[in-house]
């Protein structure tokens, strides 16, 4: 068994590329329009995943990374309580730069990196999203380490 991805179905495409792209810094991997089906699938990867992916899975299928699937569905659909999840994990060289370049791009840190090591962030949809320092945690610091907690995460 291994790990294809994690789907997400998203309200915008435009919204949701703004966040997951210009915002984490991940990379479309794939994209695919089902006209017959009526939605458009995106898949994300993040670039460290992508450079430490092996060549080839046995049999010679494609690249194996670890990616997240955008599903947006033509039709419009509000998605609620039980079409969520609990969060998706992303781990980062340094946490209180990606918290800085989120809080440029208007996304806010719901739970900030006060211990260095920590923090949750929401996509467009409501999914969260939580932030983890790679390696040890980095030493605490101003503004994180003052600033509080905000709305659910």
Same mark, same amino acid.
């Given at each position: 068994?291994?790990?294809?991805?994690?789907?997400?179905?998203?309200?915008?495409?435009?919204?949701?590329?703004?966040?997951?792209?210009?915002?984490?810094?991940?990379?479309?991997?794939?994209?695919?329009?089902?006209?017959?089906?009526?939605?458009?699938?995106?898949? !994300?990867?993040? $670039? %460290? +995943?992508? @450079?430490? *992916?092996?060549?080839?899975?046995?049999?010679?299928?494609?690249?194996?990374?670890?990616?997240?699937?955008?599903?947006?569905?033509?039709?419009?659909?509000?998605?609620?309580?039980?079409?969520?999840?609990?969060?998706?994990?992303?781990?980062?060289?340094?946490?209180?730069?990606?918290?800085?370049?989120?809080?440029?791009?208007?996304?806010?840190? !719901?739970?900030? $990196? %006060? +211990?260095? @090591?920590? *923090?949750?962030?929401?996509?467009?949809?409501?999914?969260?999203?939580?932030?983890?320092?790679?390696?040890?945690?980095?030493?605490?610091?101003?503004?994180?380490?003052?600033?509080?907690?905000?709305?659910?995460?």
């Amino acid at each position: 068994m291994r790990y294809l991805h994690t789907m997400v179905r998203v309200q915008s495409l435009e919204r949701s590329l703004e966040f997951y792209v210009d915002g984490l810094g991940l990379e479309v991997v794939r994209r695919t329009e089902h006209e017959a089906g009526r939605f458009t699938l995106l898949f !994300l990867a993040a $670039p %460290r +995943d992508r @450079r430490s *992916a092996p060549e080839q899975h046995r049999g010679g299928s494609e690249v194996a990374v670890p990616m997240l699937e955008l599903t947006y569905n033509w039709d419009p659909e509000t998605y609620i309580g039980g079409r969520n999840f609990g969060h998706i994990a992303y781990e980062t060289d340094d946490i209180y730069a990606l918290c800085a370049r989120l809080q440029e791009q208007k996304i806010p840190i !719901l739970r900030p $990196p %006060r +211990d260095g @090591r920590m *923090a949750f962030i929401r996509s467009p949809d409501a999914i969260s999203i939580e932030l983890l320092q790679a390696g040890a945690s980095l030493p605490p610091s101003e503004p994180w380490l003052s600033m509080p907690n905000q709305g659910s995460w």
